[in-house]
């Protein structure tokens, strides 16, 4: 009897190792600054626009790289271990545009695909309010019909890359006596749109290079042309794209965290006390193997899950939520245990492991809680 280990392909190791002289030459040196100054990273865009790792999952159809759902993850991963903020970019995007792909008319997805995979546009998601986190369906957000047209007012809270995507996706309620969660419908807004308008930039613990505001709605009028999928189905599509970028989540939270190891390892081997290198001390090495094997163990879930993405399987839900769940916790101690490796240096800004702390923080509360993650987990099981 035989059977292959689960490995990736040759195909994915040179995409890793395409992404990775990227991120080292073009994103990390400017990493701590972006953090430092809250500043979104324009070089770092500018060089996945070049090398076509700014929205990677696009299909070939509407001009992108159709990158498999793995291959996705390792962008995300690769550049999220040089600079999180930076990965936000490519995840952002695939977030914004799934909607569309699960269920948007193909005239809508030509028309909107498109000008992202040629790095013209990026894409942001709307579905969370001030009073709908967690619970989304109590959405109070609405668009009513208008003819041809429909009227949208409200707000959505913590909206990633707003102000710097031209489009967003948003989930509205279409249907206000309509049966909760069948009353939602998905639109694609524009920046420029008539009564569009943002919130002031959040202060952020980290992440602080990717803004996140408050998307305003005020009577902002839009053709049926822009609705994405049928009446009623937009709550159904945002959670099925959930399920699909929960593993890019997952990807970041890894990526943050090898950095981080990556970061502590060369440092223990450099610092000295006691006459020896640090990292001759055995406390230090379980550190190190702990945090290896946590990462590992991570990684391979979040594989696994991406595999399933492609493949759409049955058990695609329970998947995405454990490996973003195991993933970013897994992502928070190492680089908690990164910093207790480094001392009073691991304290400071000027080494990077306090802004890897900082950053995997995120990848525990968004794209769903991570006790969020464990009811999803758990309905699956008890189905």
């Not at 076509?52 to 690769?78: K, N, Q, R, S």
């Amino acid at each position: 009897m035989s059977f292959d280990l689960f490995t990736t392909t040759e195909e994915h190791e040179e995409l890793r190792a395409a992404v990775r002289a990227v991120a080292e030459d073009k994103i990390a040196p400017h990493a701590a600054e972006v953090d430092e100054k809250s500043a979104f990273p324009q070089q770092a865009y500018e060089a996945l626009r070049a090398t076509d790792f700014h929205a990677p999952h696009i299909p070939e159809a509407y001009d992108g790289v159709g990158a498999d759902a793995l291959a996705t993850c390792i962008v995300i991963e690769e550049v999220a271990r040089a600079c999180g903020s930076s990965s936000l970019i490519p995840a952002v995007n695939k977030l914004g545009t799934m909607p569309l792909i699960l269920g948007a008319s193909e005239e809508v997805k030509q028309r909107y695909l498109t000008p992202v995979a040629r790095g013209e546009a990026m894409f942001s998601y709307g579905l969370s309010e001030r009073e709908a986190g967690s619970d989304t369906a109590s959405m109070r957000t609405q668009a009513v019909r208008d003819g041809d047209s429909w009227v949208i007012n409200g707000q959505k809270s913590w909206i990633t890359n707003a102000g710097v995507s031209e489009y967003y996706t948003v989930m509205a309620v279409t249907d206000p006596q309509g049966k909760r969660g069948s009353n939602v419908t998905a639109f694609v807004l524009h920046a420029d749109d008539a009564g569009f308008t943002l919130g002031e930039p959040e202060r952020k613990l980290g992440i602080k290079g990717s803004p996140t505001r408050e998307l305003f709605f005020d009577g902002v009028r839009i053709p049926d042309d822009r609705r994405v999928g049928e009446v009623g189905e937009g709550l159904k599509i945002a959670l099925r794209t959930l399920d699909h970028t929960r593993v890019t989540i997952g990807a970041q939270a890894i990526g943050i965290a090898q950095g981080a190891l990556d970061a502590a390892v060369a440092y223990v081997k450099e610092r000295k006390q006691f006459g020896k290198a640090i990292a001759e001390f055995q406390g230090v090495q379980f550190m190190l193997a702990d945090m290896a094997m946590k990462l590992e163990t991570a990684r391979q879930m979040v594989y696994a899950a991406a595999a399933k993405s492609e493949r759409n399987d049955s058990d695609l839900s329970f998947f995405g939520a454990a490996a973003k769940c195991y993933a970013s916790d897994a992502a928070m101690e190492i680089t908690t245990d990164a910093v207790q490796l480094l001392g009073g240096a691991g304290y400071v800004k000027d080494f990077p492991v306090e802004r890897m702390m900082r950053d995997a923080k995120i990848t525990q509360i968004y794209e769903g809680t991570n006790q969020i993650q464990r009811l999803v987990m758990a309905r699956q099981l008890l189905k």
